[in-house]
Nanobody, 123 residues
């Protein structure tokens, strides 16, 4: 099993920045890719960004390109999501996910999930 623990959420003003962290532990050698999803109130969960462990490739959903950056720290088995120019519509619970597949575009049936961290952007 793999455990994922997110941190870094909070209340931020529009235009501000935030960095989310996701630390993986357990059978991390089974991980092929890690990424982030988010779920806004009343909406379905959506993929945000992903990072492939094998090739280092990244994938972003169109709405966050240019504002979100995903990267990893190998030594800490941690993936980060740096968010710039936050908008009220970025308000959501952000979930970290990991998959055995190495595809950077993770899917809803990813193998492991964190508990989520709340990001609230005030206007």
């Amino acid at each position: 099993q793999v455990q994922l623990v997110e941190s870094g959420g909070g209340l931020v003003q529009a235009g501000g920045s935030l960095r989310l962290s996701c630390a993986a532990s357990g059978r991390t050698f089974t991980i092929g890719a890690m990424g982030w999803f988010r779920q806004a109130p009343g909406k379905e969960r959506e993929f945000v960004a992903g990072f492939s462990w094998s090739g280092g490739s990244t994938y972003y959903t169109d709405s966050v390109k240019g504002r979100f950056t995903i990267y990893r720290d190998n030594s800490k088995m941690t993936v980060y999501l740096q968010i710039y120019s936050l908008k009220p519509e970025d308000t959501a619970v952000y979930y970290c996910a990991a998959a055995r597949s190495s595809a950077a575009r993770l899917t809803d049936d990813s193998d492991y999930w964190g508990q989520g961290t709340q990001v609230t952007v005030s206007s």
